[in-house]
Nanobody, 124 residues
Framework: DVQLQASGGGMVQPGGSLRLSCTVS????????IAWFRQAPGKEREGVSV????????YYGDSVRGRFTISSDNAKNTVALQMNSLKPEDTAVYYC?????????????????WGQGTLVTVSS
């Protein structure tokens, strides 16, 4: 049974930083692609960043490129999302998800396992 546990959300002022973490238990972590999605009230789910664990390739959404960094710690089965220069429009519930094919896209319907979500609020 594969489970994802997301953590690290909270409230921060504009320009601040937060670090999200996603810990994966069960399954074969090295074969996965792990992505972060977010969903703000009244908006569609948006792909934020994805990392292919097998080769380390990473991708970012246009709205976060240059501000967010995704990384993995394969020994701990954990993926982190470092978020810098946060903006009010980054406010959303952030979810981590695992694609067992390892391809890693922003097509949320292709992901097999999901974490519970963690709320990020950027406000002064």
């Amino acid at each position: 049974d594969v489970q994802l546990q997301a953590s690290g959300g909270g409230m921060v002022q504009p320009g601040g930083s937060l670090r999200l973490s996603c810990t994966v238990s069960g399954g074969t972590f090295d074969n996965y692609a792990i992505a972060w999605f977010r969903q703000a009230p009244g908006k569609e789910r948006e792909g934020v960043s994805v990392i292919s664990i097998s080769d380390g390739s990473v991708y970012y959404g246009d709205s976060v490129r240059g501000r967010f960094t995704i990384s993995s710690d394969n020994a701990k089965n954990t993926v982190a999302l470092q978020m810098n220069s946060l903006k009010p429009e980054d406010t959303a519930v952030y979810y981590c998800a695992a694609d067992k094919t390892g391809w890693g896209t922003f097509k949320y319907w292709e992901y097999d396992y999901w974490g519970q979500g963690t709320l990020v609020t950027v406000s002064s």
